[in-house]
């Protein structure tokens, strides 16, 4: 047996597209492979594990009663728990739904075989179990996640950025996008991401959260000079962050 | 054996869409039950995007699936324009079926190495292989790795394309980027020819069955993935705004999730549909690499859908680095970069409709159906994804192949049933683990 860390990759409802960003490392993923024994990782390997998980990454949100039980047993079951991705971190897309009743939109979508759909709002990870480090991002910034297995493998804790993408932004040089008329979601957004959306034209859609201690003044300042509506931004922030309403206050 | 009972409970633990069952019950050599049963863990797609805007159509759905997040993006973009009565450019539609050719060699890719290989080669995922075949695993993490970079540099990264929008893109590349997409496609060349020699060696599983294939059709000489009418080999063809009336999804007792039938039983969409169906419209090497690997239409051994994975993989990589030395040669217009957002500014006209998008992605063909206001917000939407296309057809193709094998035992008979369903590439990916079989009564 290595003495290699035992690291487990589980998903809920989510779209793998994270887990993806680790097998679209190439072969820099062989180097990681070297210091660390994947027990579990279910989009790649057909491998179980039984024992307990030193770091176990998770995935997806929380969204059925299954999905509770299940993620239960792997908190109990691992040294220390990633939340990896957006879905997994704030609820991401998945917390769409929050947006409707759970009854109106099961029926919408399946219609009279609705009920046999086990369903319940949208919770991020730390919305259900403890999460000791947290991996913003749709999908992650492979670099970051990189970063953050690092200090989980070394024991020290890691800060994810808590300033606005517009820093990051500006280092790279783009133009404002309410300068071109647009409404970016970038001024209140966790960087970390490098602007990786607006670098490639399109706007800032919030997929890392909101940073703790938004500049309110400076955004109702932004919303008033280029008149922007409280609804849409509101509409916006919902895509990913409507399980925010769910945290503790 | 003749007399032999059997029964087989495959349990896979969820993906995206959820849990599904093989269950196989063989009583005295006799089938009694031989059904997949797969149950969506819902994430309710259809039912959030109503009251969005048109233009978040694409950034949300696109996260259907982050295997496929291009190819939900590209059917997306297609019915949210078709919807809004916008006609894309011309080069538009040149990069974006470029985008789906990256797309097509990203994902054949990962499915022919890392959920494939490992059964043929016997061992129970890449990891083994690391060890024991160092250098195949490189090249097929090579492989991934470059087909990514080129949707890095196209669309901001593979994964949730970034620029790919309805109306265009949000970015255009530049010279260089079309010089450093052509010389990371070159160089996957050898790399291929590599993956062809492979395949050379594996030994497919032996099975046949006739179905019906449904895919794209057109009347062009181009092989049809981004555009054209829904076909079928039993002669249906049908407009794309009858999608519905090719899939006919009913339910059935056993599960949950809907099926699909055509002409027949049942029918299969995906690489190898898409191989008897438009096999003239190949590009010549990718018809020669089929002569080399023995396939010649009309193939009807669904095991073999890997092969024409690859067959597509050659097409994809010629015929991309054509549309990539057509646009070094032609110039890329940068008038048409856009800034769409939520179209605050109405650069975008738009109007109500309906509108269907139907686009070859990977695993088959895909439909994305949106009904939006005057003032672009999604009233309905719908979609249909190739893997529940083909979950008929499986089934029906599991109940010829079990009573076919009865004389192997447990272990082969699992291994045939978990490949055959890995060969159709679910885009449930949780192809490697749809197999915790247990055997009980026997």
């Known amino acids: ?249 | 054996m003749t007399n032999r009972n059997v029964q087989i409970n495959v349990e896979y633990l969820t993906r995206v869409e959820g849990h599904g069952n093989i269950v196989v019950n063989v009583r005295e050599g006799r089938l009694e039950k031989c059904q997949l049963d797969i149950v969506e863990s819902p994430r309710f797609f259809e039912g959030m995007l109503r009251g969005r805007s048109i233009f978040e159509a694409q950034h949300i759905t696109s996260r259907i699936c982050g295997i496929c997040s291009c190819g939900h993006s590209l059917a997306s973009i297609q019915a949210a324009e078709d919807a809004i009565g916008f006609t894309p450019s011309e080069q538009t539609l040149l990069l974006r079926r470029f985008l789906l050719h990256m797309e097509f060699l990203d994902s054949h890719v990962l499915h022919i190495y890392i959920l494939v290989a490992p059964d043929i080669l016997g061992v129970p995922s890449f990891v083994p292989l690391i060890t024991t075949h160092n250098k195949v695993v490189r090249r097929a993490l090579r492989l991934k790795k470059t087909y990514n970079n080129i949707c890095d540099i196209l669309v901001g990264r593979h994964v949730h394309p970034i620029s790919a929008i309805v109306g265009g893109f949000t970015k255009l590349p530049r010279e260089k980027d079309l010089d450093a997409m052509l010389d990371l496609l070159m160089w996957t060349r050898p790399d291929i020819e590599a993956t062809i020699e492979l395949a050379r060696t594996l030994r497919f599983p032996e099975f046949q069955r006739e179905t019906e294939y449904v895919g794209l059709v057109s009347d062009d000489v181009i092989y049809p993935l981004l555009s054209g009418d829904i076909g079928s080999s039993d002669g249906v063809r049908m407009e794309k705004h009858g999608y519905k009336q090719v899939t006919n999804e009913f339910t059935v007792p056993h599960s949950s999730a809907k099926h699909t039938r055509l002409s027949r039983d049942s029918y299969m969409v995906g690489a190898l549909a898409r191989f008897n169906m438009n096999y003239n419209k190949l590009h010549p090497k990718a018809k020669q690499t089929a002569e080399y690997l023995g396939l010649k239409p009309e193939v009807a051994n669904p095991y073999l859908n890997t092969a024409a994975q690859l067959v597509e993989c050659v097409h994809c990589l010629e015929e991309g680095i054509e549309i990539l030395e057509e646009f070094k040669k032609k110039g890329i217009k940068y008038e048409e970069e856009l800034a769409v957002g939520l179209n605050e500014k109405g650069v975008i006209p738009v109007k109500a409709g309906n509108g269907v998008g139907a686009v070859e992605v990977p695993r088959g063909v895909l439909f994305h159906n949106y009904e939006v206001d005057d003032k672009g917000i999604i009233q309905n939407a719908n979609c249909i994804i190739p893997t529940n296309q083909n979950l008929n057809n499986i089934e029906h193709d599991m109940k010829k192949l079990v009573p076919e094998i009865l004389n192997k035992t447990d272990e082969e008979i699992t291994l045939a049933l978990e490949m055959l369903v890995r060969a159709y590439d679910p885009c449930i990916s949780c192809s490697t683990h749809f197999l915790n079989v247990r055997f009980v009564n026997r």
């Open chain 1, 1 to 249: 047996m290595s003495a290699k860390p035992k690291v487990a990759f589980f998903d809920f409802a989510c779209c793998e597209g994270c887990q993806l960003q680790v097998a679209n490392m190439g072969e820099e993923l062989l180097d990681i492979l070297g210091v660390i024994d994947i027990v579990e990782f279910r989009e790649v390997m057909s491998e179980k594990w039984n024992q307990k998980y030193d770091v176990a990454i998770i995935e997806g949100s929380i969204t059925d009663s299954h999905a509770v039980e299940r993620i239960n047993k792997i908190r109990e079951k691992s040294g220390v728990l990633i939340a990896y991705g957006s879905c997994a971190t704030i609820g991401g897309v998945n917390g769409m739904k929050n947006n409707f009743p759970i009854e109106d939109i099961r029926k919408y979508v399946y219609g009279e075989d609705a009920k046999i759909y086990d369903t319940v709002p949208t919770r991020a990870v730390h919305q259900v179990v403890k999460v000791d480090y947290f991996v913003h991002g749709c999908p992650v910034y492979p670099p970051e996640f990189v970063k953050v297995l690092k200090c989980a493998l070394m024991g020290v804790s890691y800060d994810v950025p808590d300033h606005a993408v517009c820093v990051e932004c500006k280092l790279n040089e783009n133009v404002c996008m309410y300068e071109r008329g647009l409404t970016c979601l970038g001024p209140v957004t966790k960087a970390g991401c490098n602007s990786w959306c607006v670098n490639n034209g399109n706007i800032c859609y919030g997929c890392r959260g909101m940073v703790t201690n938004p500049n309110e003044k400076g955004a109702q300042d932004v919303i008033a000079r280029y008149s922007i509506s409280m609804e849409l931004i509101l509409n916006k922030m919902n895509m990913y962050n409507k399980c925010r309403e769910l945290d503790k206050k």
